[in-house]
């Protein structure tokens, strides 16, 4: 059903004819999508014509609000049986309704739980998880091919290295530039330009006749993957709805694990080919993917409705979110909210420097360690490092077969994929601090029964693959999923999208020193001095989250700010956030139509803006390369 034009944005009537309808609180009509919806006029409304009573119309078709000369008593009693409500004062049977997602009013749209993610949102959200499977299939390939790259064109250890740990490198490049392409082109050109690099990546490498062509390659490679890892997880949330946005973004990190899956399993596939041979294959079907993407950005995808927004492009963006959103669902409410959440975070970009980050106050010094610090943790485990040369690991535990250890990897690969889908659910059910104590543990536990296989000299398979399993299943547990987590819920929205770029770009740079030292520092340790190392790291780590990191789980954002206002006795933190909505009220009323009024403190009570409570899922939003 349509909405009459006379319903404002929060829901609520702009005149006085209206009544309630049936909601999950008040059921006296059969239900419909709003809350208020036309009606017939309440009668007392006409009982004086010649009275102005709080929410009648005047002549001039403009709501008043006024006094007919009775006494506070019969004012009071006609202001608590109108159903009209004007400049988007609280209904008086009613407490006020913050917004819990942005468009969707737990009460003014109906039940949100209720809210069905439509087939077109699936399908949308499914092809641009797509490009997720190009960084994972990387990661997969470069798994199995390491050693046959290593063989086939006589490279050193240390060139390895270079080569398996430059991606990390040339992706945060990439990701730096696909922000500007996004913005400026839209997220659809940014999913093209991120698929052709790749595809010219992967075909130079295929083809490569020398390590300076190699790495040529893996220049364009990481590019392109570091536009994806911008800018999937980002067109997915935007797409999505927001009471099911959790769930559709992490499409995109369990893409990321079957690209890991399927480029093992393509090491299987030509483990009986010529070594020089094999590993060009494994290469060029890494086209394949970036291929369909570029086909499913440019005939089947639309752009994304905040992008459209933003370049006042509004009516399209309609269009979109009608797809996205069930049939008779205001998406023009969405549209403004869109909207007034673009307003708001521009002010927060003026209003806040870069000297906030580098130059902190204790509040945010203590907010900034917890969360850049969780997420530099991640790499610190060693998950890159060990996932790019499994290969080495079980060829130096004994496992000399290539058919072996192909199949070794895709088993590793699929236990890393099963887990992470659970952990997804055990996140909201078990809390954040004893997901990461038990990820820590386990991984810490299952690092010493690797170091046992190479433990006097002799080597253990048995060992080798059970403590490779048990690391890649603890890992997946906590702190694959959880590092991303928990700095986007513990960031002020004040330095959220600049924090969140430090920890990004932290977490790439340890990621980059693994994987570019691991053979070096394992021939020069030994391979069971190496684990024992990365066990008493991760020890570490878990001691150091045990102190400092907080439970984030079903608290809001402002409380966030106010429990590190509380322990490092700095208040700044909560002054500054103040400071930015009482600036980001008038922009965002002044984009309301708003009708006249006669401003009397008894009838019109002063709105107090909202703070946005952005819902632990869109946690999701930047995915990981783990």
Not at 48 to 62: F, L, Q, V
Not at 152 to 170: A, K, P, R, Y
Not at 384 to 402: C, M, N, P, T, W
Request: aromatic share 10%.
């Amino acid at each position: 059903m349509e909405p009459n034009p006379n319903t404002v944005a929060d829901g609520y009537s702009r005149t006085d004819e209206r009544i309630p309808v049936a909601t999950s609180t008040t059921p006296v009509a059969p239900p419909l999508d709003f809350d208020y919806n036309d009606g017939v006029a309440d009668p007392s409304f006409d009982n004086d014509t010649n009275s102005e009573t709080y929410g009648s119309t005047s002549g001039r078709g403009h709501i008043v609000s006024g006094r007919s000369g009775r006494d506070d008593d019969d004012d009071s009693s006609a202001r608590a049986s109108q159903t009209g409500v004007d400049a988007h004062l609280q209904h008086p049977n009613r407490p006020h309704l913050e917004q819990s997602h942005e468009g969707e009013h737990r009460y003014d749209h109906g039940d949100i739980s209720a809210l069905k993610i439509t087939r077109a949102t699936k399908l949308y959200a499914f092809c641009a998880a797509l490009n997720s499977c190009n960084l994972g299939y990387d990661i997969g390939v470069n798994t199995g091919a390491g050693m046959l790259v290593q063989s086939s064109l006589n490279l050193t250890d240390l060139q390895l290295e270079i080569f398996m740990g430059s991606l990390n490198l040339f992706a945060m490049v990439g990701a730096l530039g696909s922000n500007w392409i996004s913005d400026k082109l839209g997220r659809r050109w940014a999913f093209r330009i991120a698929a052709v690099g790749f595809i010219f990546g992967t075909v130079i490498q295929a083809a490569a006749g020398g390590y300076p062509s190699l790495m040529m390659g893996r220049t364009f490679v990481g590019l392109g993957v570091g536009f994806g890892l911008a800018v999937d997880p980002v067109y997915i949330s935007e797409i999505s709805q927001a009471a099911h946005r959790g769930q559709l973004v992490t499409w995109s990190e369990i893409a990321t694990n079957i690209g890991i899956c399927l480029g093992f399993i393509s090491g299987l596939l030509f483990s009986g080919v010529d070594e020089s041979i094999a590993w060009r294959l494994m290469f060029a079907l890494g086209a394949i993917f970036p291929t369909c993407v570029i086909y499913f950005s440019t005939f089947v995808m639309p752009e994304s409705p905040r992008w459209l927004v933003s370049k006042n492009r509004e009516s399209e963006a309609q269009e979109v979110l009608k797809m996205v959103y069930p049939d008779g669902y205001d998406v023009g409410v969405i549209v403004q909210e869109i909207r007034e959440g673009i307003e708001k975070e521009s002010i927060a970009e003026h209003a806040i420097g870069w000297d906030v980050i580098l130059f902190p106050s204790p509040a945010f010094k203590r907010m900034l360690m917890v969360g850049v610090g969780t997420a530099i943790a991640q790499q610190a485990v060693g998950i890159d490092a060990i996932q790019y040369f499994l290969v080495y690991i079980l060829d130096e535990s004994g496992i000399k077969s290539r058919n072996a250890q192909m199949g070794i990897l895709i088993v590793l690969g699929f236990i890393k994929l099963a887990v992470i889908v659970l952990a997804g659910h055990l996140f909201d059910k078990k809390g954040r601090r004893p997901l990461f104590f038990v990820s820590l543990l386990g991984c810490s536990i299952s690092l010493f029964l690797v170091s046992f296989a190479f433990v006097g000299g002799r080597s253990s398979e048995g060992f080798a693959v059970f403590g490779l399993a048990l690391y890649m299943a603890f890992f997946s547990v906590g702190m694959g999923p959880g590092a991303w987590l928990i700095p986007s819920e513990v960031f002020s929205t004040m330095i959220r999208a600049k924090a969140m770029s430090v920890a990004t770009f932290m977490n790439r740079v340890t990621a980059t020193i693994m994987s570019s030292t691991f053979l070096s520092v394992a021939n020069a340790m030994s391979w069971a001095g190496f684990f024992i190392l990365l066990a008493v790291v991760c020890l570490l780590i878990l001691v150091w989250m045990y102190i400092y990191l907080p439970e984030t789980k079903g608290r809001p954002l402002e409380e966030m700010s106010q429990y590190f206002a509380e322990i490092t006795g700095d208040r700044s933190i909560t002054e500054a956030e103040a400071l930015l909505y009482r600036q980001d009220e008038p922009s965002v009323e002044s984009s309301r139509p708003q009708p006249v009024i006669d401003a009397r403190p008894k009838s019109v009570p002063k709105k107090k803006p909202a703070v946005e409570k952005p819902p632990p899922e869109d946690a999701h939003v930047v995915g990981t390369m783990a």
